[in-house]
């Protein structure tokens, strides 16, 4: 534990990536697109040829590749055929991607409609949740990870809700798009052998020599976080810098750039900065192959990032993805998913998880508090149930929501359950992801930690409708409050923010 003015701190990790048991025969992925639009839906399955045929005749592309890049795609399969290991279902696009994990198109800023309830007041301002969403079907292994990110905002104002989808405008996003398709590889999704990784860096090379790929501006998907920082709406990945983005007055999300903060970030940072709710300053690290494996860095009230501060005591590099605060430390772990190149000589996935370090059988994720306990002592986590029934996705979707009370588990041995004081199983083939807390009164000092809603994005897999939910924090049963019908559906994704109206005024 360091002096937060000079040290670090870490984490929780949604990552599992078991080695492989099976060996599957690749096969083209074939992915099934779900919209519903106006309360009408509408299904169709398109193959990844003719979907990248589309995409290439929109680049304006004809259907003939020019020479070279023709003999890229019969590398890349001839890798994916015969370096790869076998395919497991957690880099399997078929599985990655189908039923709600399919990617969705944008969608420009669409009202929405109220099914249930009242949205309360105190939710003026707009709701936006990252996650990775593919621009183009994948080749060869891919994981969750690996996706372009989109972002899917709500923004609420007087009572009324207008929902839009934007993908992040990365330097990847956009030069694939209108340039050349596949230029990146799927960074996580294809490290799992040292004969296919060094295929694909020197075949990455190649593409980038060819195409004049910039890539001092960033590979990144910006898939995983947002993050308000100095004033600003970031989104975020620990693979690259951050990307500005901004919400405009009729709730569509535009990206404003890559952001190196004039200069003092030249390299990657957490997804996962932690703000102090009453200094304003942000904290942040980042970790990496090579020592120092760990460095940290704060950044001011206004957004100006400090010096970078190395930390050697980390032995060894570990993907280490999250932090916490107080008033005088900054608190990182040292956790169990490690990325070891050893694992790629064993023909097993670069990540991987230590299965000697185990911290806790309890199968919740994207645990989140009030964000105005962010660095104070805190009683109460609301957090996903991750959903059990279905192994290809279910690292992703959660069947339910609790909220537990830490200090009733003070007691060594204590059971689990005692901590739960309430929680809400959402109805059979109903999923969500994480949940997020918004406070009833923000500018009320005397206000108790539980005091307001707890929302989320779900979707319901028979109906095919994705819906915004507003659920009572302070009731047993997390009753719901409020219901949003939403226009298009939204994919399993990662993790969100909300931000307040008057903060909105601001950006
Ligand atoms: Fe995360």
Known sequence: MLSRSHTPLLSH??????????????????????????????????????????RLAACGDSSELPFLEK??????????????????????????????????DELIPTKCEIVHGTIPSCLSGVYIRNGPNPQFAPKGPYH???GDGMVHSIKISHGRATFCSRYVKTNKYLFEKQ????????????????????????????????????????????????????????????????????????????????????GNLSMNMTAHPKIDP?????????????????TYFRFDKDGNKQPDVPIYSMKQPSLTHDLAITQKYAI??????RACPMNLIRGEPLVGVDQTKIMSSKNLEFPVINPAYIGKKNKYIYAAIADQTQSGLRMMRASGVVKLDITASSEEGED??????????????????EPFFIAREAENPNSEEDDGY????????????????????????????????????????????????????QM
Not at 26 to 49: A, D, T
Not at 73 to 90: G, K, V
Not at 208 to 225: D, E, P
Not at 230 to 238: M, R, T
Request: aromatic share 10%; hydrophobic share 40%.
């Open 278 to 294: 009453v200094t304003k300053e942000a904290f942040a690290f980042r970790y990496w192959a090579t020592r120092p494996y760990l």
């Open 454 to 505: 707890v929302v989320s994005y779900v979707h319901h897999e028979s109906s095919c409708e994705s819906r915004f939910l507003v659920m009572d924090a302070r009731s047993p049963t997390l009753e719901v409050v409020a219901v949003v019908k939403l226009p298009q559906r939204v994919p399993y994704g990662l993790h969100g923010i909300f931000i307040r109206e008057n903060d909105l005024y």
């Open 13 to 54: 990790a949604y990552t599992n990536i078991p080695s492989p048991t099976n060996r599957f025969k690749y096969r083209p992925p074939c992915i099934v697109f779900v919209s519903r639009s106006n309360g009408e839906g509408l299904e169709r399955r398109i193959i990844q040829k003719k979907r990248e045929q589309e």
């Open 71 to 104: 003999i890229f795609n019969i590398l890349d399969r001839a890798i994916t055929e015969f370096l790869d290991p076998p395919l497991h279902f957690s880099v399997d696009p078929a599985k990655i991607l189908s039923g709600n994990g399919a990617p969705v």
């Open 144 to 146: 969750f990870l690996d």
């Open 416 to 433: 689990q359950h005692e901590c739960t004081m309430a929680s809400r199983m959402y109805e059979n083939n109903c999923f969500g992801g």
């Open 179 to 262: 340039v050349r398709p596949h230029v990146v590889p799927n960074v996580i999704g294809g490290m799992r052998g040292l004969g296919s990784f060094i295929a694909r860096a020197t075949l990455f090379g190649a593409r980038v020599l060819f195409s004049g790929y910039n890539i001092g501006k960033g590979i990144g998907v910006a898939n995983t976080n947002l993050a308000f920082l100095g004033g600003k709406l970031y989104a975020l990945c620990e693979s690259d810098i951050p990307y500005a983005i901004k919400i405009k007055d009729d709730g569509d999300v535009i990206t404003l750039g890559h952001h190196d903060f004039n």
């Open 332 to 337: 990182i772990c040292d956790i169990q998913v």
